[in-house]
Each structure stands twice: as structure tokens, then as C-alpha cells.
């Protein structure tokens, strides 16, 4: 089994920063994508940023240029660092990893998320 665990959510003001990570733990043979969701109240959860195997990065529209997304394949860690938050950033952030495992090839982890607020 594959466990997600997230960390460095928080409240921090308009403007500020925060930095988010995710380390993923288990039978991991290799992991095919990772990647960051969130879901604000009364919304569906989006896209924030994601890179797959090959490095490739995606990012939703509303955080490029603020948000930058690192990993690290060797201990199973990604990392999502936000600038210039606003309260539209305000939401449950998500972690995402693709992996492969004894047995299955594809197998979508999901974290249990940590709350990001901004406030005006």
C-alpha cells in the first residue's frame, strides 16, 4: 500500500508565500506522475500542477507564473512552492502520485490534502 502525506499548509496574508510538500511512502517501483490538486469550498477540484515521468510540467492557468512545482524521484517527494498568494488560492491542496507497485502498474494515490487560506 501507498501512503501520501502532505504538509505545509497553513493561513499566510495576500502577497505571501507558502511551500507545500508531499512525501510518498510504500511498495513504490516507480511512479509515472505526480502532482498537486486542490478543491476550494463549492468548487470541483482543479488542476494546480503537475509533471510526469519524463519532467513534462503542467499548470492550471490561474497559478503559472506564481506556483512552481519540484521533485525529488529519489526519496519520493514532491514539492509545491506558491508565491504571491491570493484569497482565490484559498482551498484544500491535494497530492497525486501515478505509480507503479507489485502488481499494478498504475495505481492513483490520493493524499488526505492540507488547507491553504489566504487572507486580505
Known amino acids: 500500500q501507498v501512503q501520501l502525506a502532505e504538509s505545509g499548509g497553513g493561513l499566510v496574508q495576500t502577497g505571501g508565500s507558502l511551500r507545500l510538500s508531499c512525501v510518498a511512502s510504500g511498495r513504490i517501483l516507480n511512479i509515472n506522475s505526480m502532482g498537486w490538486y486542490r478543491q476550494a469550498p463549492g468548487k470541483q477540484r482543479e488542476l494546480v500542477a503537475r509533471v510526469n515521468r519524463g519532467g513534462s510540467l503542467t499548470y492550471g492557468d490561474s497559478v503559472k507564473g506564481r506556483f512552481t512545482v519540484s521533485r525529488d524521484n529519489a526519496n519520493n517527494t514532491l514539492a509545491l512552492q506558491m508565491n504571491s498568494l491570493t484569497p482565490e488560492d484559498t482551498a484544500v491542496y491535494y497530492c497525486?502520485?501515478?505509480?507503479?507497485?507489485?502488481?499494478?502498474?498504475?495505481?492513483?494515490?490520493w493524499g488526505k490534502g492540507t488547507q491553504v487560506t489566504v487572507s486580505s
Open positions: 497525486n502520485f501515478v505509480v507503479g507497485t507489485p502488481g499494478y502498474y498504475g495505481m492513483d494515490c
